[in-house]
């Protein structure tokens, strides 16, 4: 894509809420148990069977509220929970924009230490920045697969965290666990063996704080989302979309992939009738 190697991302299926719920809230709109085709639903109010409320993988009702009377307020009690691996933070700008959702995102705040690792190593190495470039290609930490230009993109960050380094006579301590101060001298002049005591060792609280700078759109992002199915039915209209960023679309198209068709079924014209 834009002579560019790209990774897409992986999305698993975490839970599904099942359509039961949904009946159930627009029966109780209605007061018309008695018409469910659905056992479960029809006997709600007599007998809960909560397995078989949580199993309905059809219902007609549904089907009519979402598709003759637009009537989307129900579908709201079906939710889904989608674990997604390996977007991009130029993604998670766009997809944090759909408000109605539940999110939990990886932290650079918390979870950066093997970057500044790599570049507090780096500087016991008569060759930093090629040190530096083959442990952050080992990290994998970036959308695009094309070497040439993450050389590119890892030299940048290189050159800021230098810049800091070389203006601020704290970094050292702003990126170094206290506990692991002492590797710095004890493995003066071995980048390689450093670098792996600093990896193995305490990971220094809040590293991002100072760093996040360094970060690109093309920076990984793995998260945790759960939509109700008439919000993801809005995701995917724009989403899912010639019209919207090639990046999002691949997310949109893998969160499709693995939703079930029993909630396609009212929320994509394309399913509707399979």
């Given at each position: 894509m834009y002579q560019l190697a790209y990774e897409k991302p992986k999305v698993t299926l975490l839970q599904e809420s099942g359509l039961g719920v949904a009946e159930i809230a627009a029966r109780t709109c209605y007061d018309s148990f008695e018409n469910s085709e659905n056992e479960a639903v029809k006997n709600a109010m007599q007998h809960l069977d909560?397995?078989?409320?949580?199993?309905?993988a059809d219902s007609d009702l549904l089907n009519n509220l979402a598709w003759v009377h637009h009537h989307h307020s129900i579908i709201e009690h079906a939710t889904l929970s989608y674990l997604v691996q390996g977007t991009s933070r130029g993604v998670l700008q766009e997809h944090a924009r759909h408000r109605l959702q539940a999110i939990s995102v990886r932290s650079t705040r918390y979870t950066m230490s093997s970057v500044i690792n790599a570049f507090v190593a780096s500087l016991e190495s008569k060759e930093a920045f090629p040190f530096f470039l083959e442990k952050l290609l080992e990290l994998e930490l970036f959308v695009i697969h094309d070497n040439d230009y993450l050389a590119i993109e890892i030299r940048s960050i290189f050159d800021k965290l230098m810049f800091q380094y070389e203006r601020d006579g704290a970094f050292i301590i702003s990126a170094?666990?206290?506990?692991?101060?002492?590797?710095?001298?004890?493995?003066?002049?071995?980048?390689?063996?450093?670098?792996?005591?600093?990896?193995?060792?305490?990971?220094?609280?809040?590293?991002?704080?100072?760093f996040k700078h360094i970060v690109s759109?093309?920076?990984?992002?793995?998260?945790?989302?759960?939509?109700?199915?008439?919000?993801?039915?809005?995701?995917?209209?724009?989403?899912?979309?010639?019209?919207?960023?090639?990046?999002?679309?691949?997310?949109?198209?893998?969160?499709?992939?693995?939703?079930?068709?029993?909630?396609?079924?009212?929320?994509?014209?394309?399913?509707?009738?399979?």
């Open positions: 909560i397995d078989a409320i949580n199993s309905i170094v666990a206290k506990s692991s101060l002492p590797y710095l001298e004890a493995h003066k002049g071995n980048a390689q063996v450093l670098f792996e005591k600093l990896q193995r060792g305490k990971k220094k609280r809040n590293v991002g704080d100072k759109d093309n920076w990984k992002v793995d998260m945790v989302i759960t939509f109700n199915i008439r919000s993801l039915k809005n995701y995917f209209d724009l989403r899912d979309s010639g019209a919207a960023w090639f990046q999002i679309r691949w997310l949109a198209e893998a969160m499709k992939e693995v939703t079930p068709i029993k909630y396609l079924r009212l929320i994509d014209k394309e399913y509707k009738n399979k």
